[in-house]
Nanobody, 122 residues
């Protein structure tokens, strides 16, 4: 059974950067699309970014385009989210998820990590 675990969250000042990591287990990681979603208190879980199985296709939510970058290393069963120019409104719990489909919809994802919290404060 595949499992995902996020790391790399923390407290950062506005304008700062973080790199979130997602470690996957199981034989299906390298054939799965990997995505990041975020959820702030009181809000629904929102799509952030997705990368296809071999890394040659990505998609981003409009608010993060140009600031966030998703990548993966299948040799290490890892996916990453580089977050730059952080804004107050980026603060949330960030989740990685795996799917057979390249999708922006959370309903497409069957495997989820437990999340890592990003706090943006001066």
């Amino acid at each position: 059974q595949s499992q995902l675990a996020e790391s790399g969250g923390g407290l950062v000042q506005p304008g700062g950067s973080l790199r979130l990591s997602c470690t996957g287990t199981g034989r299906t990681f390298s054939s799965s699309a990997m995505a990041w979603f975020c959820q702030a208190p009181g809000n629904e879980r929102e799509f952030v970014a997705v990368i296809n199985w071999n890394g040659d296709r990505t998609a981003y939510a409009d608010p993060v385009k140009g600031r966030f970058a998703i990548s993966r290393d299948n040799s290490k069963n890892m996916a990453y989210l580089q977050i730059n120019s952080l804004k107050i409104e980026d603060a949330a719990v960030y989740y990685c998820a795996a799917s057979r489909d390249f999708s922006v919809w959370s309903s497409s994802y069957v495997t989820w990590g437990k999340g890592t919290q990003v706090i943006v404060s001066s």
